[in-house]
């Protein structure tokens, strides 16, 4: 009796922080847009160039807060269970390119290299979550890489499985955080993250697809040359 309330505590107490923390994730992308429609309605002495760039700011914390609010959904009905994405039988290599090539203007505007090497792996997987996996990973390697960097997405297929590698050059990441960057909203550098449109829940999102899928998430990080993540998935996906 008492393992089952102390359960049912703990559970009340995860949701809170979540709650906790996602309203306080918003409150700064509602608090930015706030300033800026109030400085565009208020004042006469703006030039139009200023127009312009508070228009752009708003626009940009307002896609911020959007993603934000998809993650906050996505993460949230992916823990709960009550969302159940059908699978289908699909090429992974095929998602990977995908991903990569809408991440390619993204990087091009930072001066970052990009090279993407897949090969054919079928997957009996849904689309959406492999999409969710991929995408999160690479937006991750293209924010935190150094500028005029490189990211390399790795694909292969084998007897032993399939394995995902996505590699950014100019990031370290202490081993003592490589466990807790799949926690909820946290970030070792809080800053730069929101700074580079981070919403704090993409590698959480990364793992709990990994898991269900049997796949492990490992982290390796040099401060010579940089960070990968490896996502490596079992010879046969079992259908759950």
């Given amino acids: 009796m008492l393992s089952d309330i102390t359960i049912r505590r703990n559970a009340v107490k995860v949701r809170q922080e979540f709650f906790s923390n996602a309203s306080h994730e918003l409150k700064t992308p509602i608090t930015s847009i706030g300033g800026f429609a109030e400085l565009l309605c208020n004042s006469t002495q703006l030039t139009e160039t200023q ?38 039988v699909l090429d992974l290599a095929e998602v990977v390119r995908n991903v990569a090539a809408d991440a390619k203007p993204m990087a091009e505007q930072r001066g970052i290299t990009m090279t993407c090497m897949a090969q054919q792996s079928v997957l009996s997987a849904s689309h959406r ?52 960057i799949f926690e909820r909203f946290y970030r070792i550098d809080k800053g730069r993250s929101k700074a580079m449109g981070g919403t704090g829940l993409g590698l959480a999102i990364v793992k709990h697809v990994a898991g269900q899928y049997h796949a492990t998430v490992e982290v390796q990080s040099d401060p010579d040359t940089g960070t990968t993540f490896i996502v490596s998935f079992p010879p046969a996906v079992p259908l759950e």
């Avoid at 626009?59 to 823990?79: A, C, H, P, V």
């Avoid at 390399?152 to 955080?177: C, F, M, W």
């Fill in 51 to 88: 127009k312009e760039e508070f228009a752009r700011r708003i626009l940009k914390e307002t896609g911020r807060m959007q993603n934000l609010i998809n993650d906050i959904i996505m993460i949230s009905r992916l823990e709960a269970g009550d969302i159940v994405f059908s699978r289908e």
């Fill in 129 to 180: 979550e492999m999409q969710e996996l991929v995408g999160n990973l690479v937006q991750n390697a293209v924010r935190y890489s150094e500028e005029g960097g490189f990211v390399d997405i790795e694909l292969t297929a084998g007897q032993g499985g399939t394995v995902l590698k996505v590699h950014n050059t100019g990031s370290y990441i202490e081993p003592r955080y490589r466990e807790r």
